[in-house]
């Protein structure tokens, strides 16, 4: 990061500059408006839908609108813990149709489960290995290889912060393992779900399963593969396995 974005945070100590509409740090428990975030942009320009609507009416930020929201600054880690609080603004009828979502891609997600289970005994391989280079999972027993899974990494549950990351804004991981995963963000966006649209959020185990039915069913995948990690587990969708030849 650019050592003119720092600043010193009073709650948080040496952190980066974020910027946000003064709606947002009033109350930020709405829905937000901004960018995919990316490696360069971790923490894109986000304002409300009272500012959103004087943005589409111009289709731009100018001389126009710009009056229109008042940005103020804030740290990193004061943007992602208001982000995160904007998790549970759901309207009734949004709240409904998360929760039939959920439940219906959790049943979806159990019949792919066993399907996958019955035709390839995922559990009773001796040993897992992914190659994100690759984006190939593969099962072996005594160094040989039994089945090989294409993957799509969905995210990551951290036991010890307890959240929930979204692969799509973990910039550790490789680009070509993260790229499909995308197309539930932009599901989220377009039903209004913010468990698939906000990058990182407090979260358990059961949630990080919750979100990984759902992305299982955006993409079509086959199933999911849940892998232990130092600090928690590593949530994978199973695009493509098949028996290693």
């Given at each position: 990061?650019?050592?003119?974005?720092?600043?010193?945070?009073?709650?948080?100590?040496?952190?980066?500059?974020?910027?946000?509409?003064?709606?947002?740090?009033?109350?930020?428990?709405?829905?937000?408006?901004?960018?995919?975030?990316?490696?360069?942009?971790?923490?894109?320009?986000?304002?409300?839908?009272?500012?959103?609507?004087?943005?589409?009416?111009?289709?731009?930020?100018?001389?126009?609108?710009?009056?229109?929201?008042?940005?103020?600054?804030?740290?990193?880690?004061?943007?992602?813990?208001?982000?995160?609080?904007?998790?549970?603004?759901?309207?009734?009828?949004?709240?409904?149709?998360?929760?039939?979502?959920?439940?219906?891609?959790?049943?979806?997600?159990?019949?792919?489960?066993?399907?996958?289970?019955?035709?390839?005994?995922?559990?009773k391989h001796k040993r897992w290995d992914y190659d994100q280079s690759?984006?190939?999972?593969?099962?072996?027993?005594?160094?040989?290889?039994?089945?090989?899974?294409?993957?799509?990494?969905?995210?990551?549950?951290?036991?010890?912060?307890?959240?929930?990351?979204?692969?799509?804004?973990?910039?550790?991981?490789?680009?070509?393992?993260?790229?499909?995963?995308?197309?539930?963000?932009?599901?989220?966006?377009?039903?209004?779900?913010?468990?698939?649209?906000?990058?990182?959020?407090?979260?358990?185990?059961?949630?990080?399963?919750?979100?990984?039915?759902?992305?299982?069913?955006?993409?079509?995948?086959?199933?999911?593969?849940?892998?232990?990690?130092?600090?928690?587990?590593?949530?994978?969708?199973?695009?493509?396995?098949?028996?290693?030849?």
């Amino acid at each position: 990061m650019p050592t003119n974005n720092a600043l010193q945070c009073a709650q948080h100590g040496d952190a980066f500059v974020t910027y946000v509409c003064k709606h947002l740090v009033d109350q930020p428990r709405q829905r937000w408006y901004c960018d995919y975030p990316s490696e360069d942009n971790r923490w894109p320009d986000a304002w409300c839908q009272q500012c959103d609507e004087a943005f589409q009416k111009e289709g731009e930020w100018n001389e126009k609108n710009e009056n229109a929201t008042d940005i103020k600054i804030i740290c990193n880690s004061c943007y992602e813990e208001r982000l995160a609080s904007s998790l549970e603004f759901l309207e009734q009828d949004v709240l409904q149709a998360w929760n039939a979502v959920v439940t219906d891609c959790h049943e979806e997600l159990c019949a792919k489960q066993d399907a996958l289970e019955t035709l390839f005994s995922l559990s009773k391989h001796k040993r897992w290995d992914y190659d994100q280079s690759t984006g190939l999972l593969t099962f072996s027993n005594n160094g040989i290889p039994a089945v090989i899974a294409d993957v799509e990494f969905i995210g990551s549950y951290s036991t010890v912060s307890e959240t929930w990351l979204w692969s799509w804004s973990n910039f550790h991981l490789l680009e070509n393992v993260r790229t499909r995963i995308k197309a539930v963000r932009e599901y989220g966006e377009h039903r209004a779900f913010p468990r698939l649209t906000i990058p990182k959020w407090p979260a358990d185990e059961v949630h990080g399963w919750e979100v990984s039915a759902v992305a299982t069913h955006v993409l079509s995948a086959k199933g999911v593969y849940r892998a232990p990690t130092e600090n928690g587990f590593l949530f994978m969708a199973i695009m493509e396995v098949g028996r290693s030849s």
